[in-house]
């Protein structure tokens, strides 16, 4: 049930910038969810419809993801490599100490109102 925690926390913060904002409703959420995050995106479509359902700021509001390439850093050779095509081992040097840079990470991108 880790979606579940991620959508809360983002419904929580959407909610919290809208109240700030004085919006009264928010038509559109866009997510960054990097490639190697642990986030499955069909199901975590239905934690936040299902979420959202339940907040009067956010009901029926629309869910966009854009799916961040996953990169790799490699300490021996400097270099960056794709992390999902060559994993833990650089393709440049062979080295394994290399380290994820981007790819892990959820941010919300943007939130879009439909108030008048
Ligand atoms: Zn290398």
Redesign the pocket.
């Known amino acids: 049930m880790h979606e579940l925690g991620v959508v809360f926390h983002i419904v929580d913060e959407v909610e919290k910038v809208a109240k700030e904002n004085n919006v009264k409703h928010i038509s559109k959420v866009t997510l960054e969810i990097g490639e190697v995050s642990t986030i499955v995106p069909d199901y975590f479509r239905d934690c936040f419809k299902w979420t959202t359902d339940k907040s009067e700021i956010m009901k029926g509001c629309t869910l966009d993801l854009i799916i961040l390439k996953a990169m790799t850093y490699?300490e021996?050779?400097?270099?960056t490599y794709e992390t999902v095509k060559y994993g833990k081992t650089?393709p440049?040097?062979?080295?394994d100490k290399?380290y994820l840079i981007t790819g892990s990470e959820v941010n919300i991108k943007s939130v879009e109102t439909d108030d008048e």
Not at 76 to 79: A, H, L, P, Q, R
Not at 92 to 95: A, D, K, N, V
């Open positions: 490699c021996n050779c400097k270099g650089c440049h040097c062979s080295s290399t």
